[in-house]
């Protein structure tokens, strides 16, 4: 069974530092993977999605890497301000019917 | 419509009552998805529709939770009998391929407390 981990668990930064979120993934036959974000009470919004056969992805100050063969993904949030404060959640697509989420990050940027 | 969009938003269920959640995804979408989502926790896998068809209903806990998409549009999820152990957040996904390569896009939620 895939399972999907998020390191760390929650992350303080001040505002303007570079950061890395960190997933990884046990089982490397995946169709995608996919970031999203979500704000305290809200659904979730997506913010990358890397196909199996990408290496990244590019959004704005958003840059995401998959490495397929080492089960693991970053998350790259350049210059990070305080409206970055979110839930970061990673989630890959094992099959058709599924996606398999990690339990998040949760960042807060202080101004 | 031009997001997902799911009703309610929040639902207080007295044990052992019958509720039911909607989900309306975005027109034109094949795949349509549920989850359940416990508080501080990732969102769990309920099931999967394509069109109409239920392909995949392995991620329902237990036989109190239903899950429908009769016209392969809106979808209901239905659960009885709730106990305490189902609060949640429900969220709803679609998708606009049937295959695994697509884009999911999540509405806001339903988040459901049963006392």
């Known amino acids: 069974k895939q399972e999907v981990t998020q390191i760390p668990a929650a992350l303080s930064v001040p505002e303007g530092e570079n950061l890395v979120l960190n997933c990884s993934f046990t089982d490397s036959a995946i169709y995608n993977l996919q970031w999203f974000r979500q704000d305290p009470g809200k659904g979730l919004t997506s913010l990358l999605l890397?196909?199996?056969?990408?290496r990244e992805q590019t959004s704005g100050r958003l840059n995401a890497s998959l490495d397929k063969s080492s089960g693991r993904s970053t998350l790259y949030i350049a210059a990070s301000q305080p409206g970055d404060s979110a839930t970061y959640l990673c989630?890959?697509?094992?099959?058709?019917?599924?996606?398999?989420f990690g339990a998040g990050t949760r960042l807060t940027v202080k101004p | 419509g031009a997001g997902v969009s799911q009703s309610p938003r929040y639902k207080v269920a007295k044990r052992g009552q019958d509720v039911a959640l909607r989900c309306d995804p975005i027109?034109?979408?094949?795949?349509l998805f549920w989850y359940q989502q416990a508080l501080g926790q990732g969102p769990e896998f309920l099931t999967y529709?394509?069109?109409?068809?239920?392909?995949?209903k392995s991620g329902l806990p237990s036989d109190r939770f239903f899950a429908e998409r009769p016209e392969g549009s809106v979808s209901t999820l239905k659960i009885q009998r709730t106990q305490q152990e189902d609060s949640a957040v429900y969220l709803c996904?679609?998708?606009?391929?049937?295959?695994?390569?697509?884009?999911?896009?999540f509405g806001e939620g339903s988040r459901l407390t049963v006392l």
């Open positions: 529709f394509q069109n109409e068809a239920q392909l995949d």
């Open positions: 890397i196909q199996s056969s990408q």
């Open positions: 996904a679609s998708s606009l391929f049937s295959g695994g390569g697509g884009e999911l896009f």
């Open positions: 027109s034109g979408h094949v795949s």
């Open positions: 989630a890959v697509r094992p099959g058709n019917n599924d996606m398999r």
